[in-house]
């Protein structure tokens, strides 16, 4: 199961703190964007990081095989 998750990058401009939030369909997307989101901002008062959320992005689910001799009736 994987779980939406968003880019949050907190930076400061002339006293202001900015908060800007991306959202990842699952931890591993967030974590391979993080370093390239963050290059520009590195040398500024500024953070970012990955945080979870509860909300599911996919279920992997395999159907189950019918017994043999199994049929549907009307």
Same mark, same amino acid.
């Given at each position: 199961?994987? *779980?939406?998750? *968003? %880019? #949050? %990058? ?6 202001? +703190? ?10 591993? +997307?967030?974590?391979?964007?993080? !370093?390239?989101?963050?290059? !520009?901002? +590195?040398?500024? &008062? ?5 945080? +979870? ?5 996919? #279920?992997?689910?395999? !159907?189950?095989?019918?017994? #043999?001799? %199994? *049929?549907?009736? &009307?």
């Amino acid at each position: 199961m994987s *779980f939406y998750t *968003f %880019l #949050i %990058l907190t930076y400061v401009v002339g006293g202001v +703190e900015i908060e800007k939030k991306t959202l990842y369909r699952n931890a591993y +997307e967030c974590g391979n964007a993080l !370093p390239s989101v963050y290059k !520009p901002y +590195e040398n500024m &008062d500024s953070m970012a990081q990955c945080i +979870e959320t509860n909300k599911t992005s996919s #279920i992997y689910l395999t !159907p189950k095989l019918r017994p #043999i001799g %199994l *049929f549907l009736s &009307d």
